[in-house]
């Protein structure tokens, strides 16, 4: 089982871009779907992208297609997500996710390992 540390949070303005970072630890890594997903103040955990244990397959969800992109590279057992365009609205607690399952992971209960998150903050 992985353990996932999540990175690259802060406090930007509107219209900067981020890249967040998630270490996971294991052998394993390459054998995971990742995910990541966000949870503001008062709202539920809201999935914002996955990707496929090899990397070649890649699912968002609406209210991020074509600002957000999410990558990994297996090698060193990382998972990214790089957000453009960021808007007051984007500010939450990022997390990433590991999943044994494939495909449009958009369900939080599919996932089986989280990190702790990371605070992005975006001012107006």
């Known amino acids: 089982q992985v353990q996932l540390v999540e990175s690259g949070g802060g406090l930007v303005q509107a219209g900067d871009s981020l890249r967040l970072s998630c270490a996971a630890s294991?052998?394993?890594?390459?054998?995971?779907?990742m995910g990541w997903f966000r949870q503001a103040p008062g709202k539920e955990r809201e999935f914002l992208a996955c990707?496929?244990?090899?990397?070649?397959?890649?699912y968002y969800a609406e209210s991020v297609q074509g600002r957000f992109a999410i990558s990994r590279d297996n090698p060193e057992s990382m998972v990214y997500l790089q957000m453009n365009s960021l808007k007051p609205e984007d500010t939450a607690l990022y997390y990433c996710a590991a999943s044994t399952l494939e495909g449009r992971l958009s369900r939080k209960d599919v996932y089986g390992t989280w990190g702790q998150g990371t605070q992005v903050t975006v001012s107006s």
């Open positions: 990707i496929s244990p090899s990397g070649l397959r890649t």
């Open positions: 294991g052998r394993t890594f390459g054998r995971y779907s």
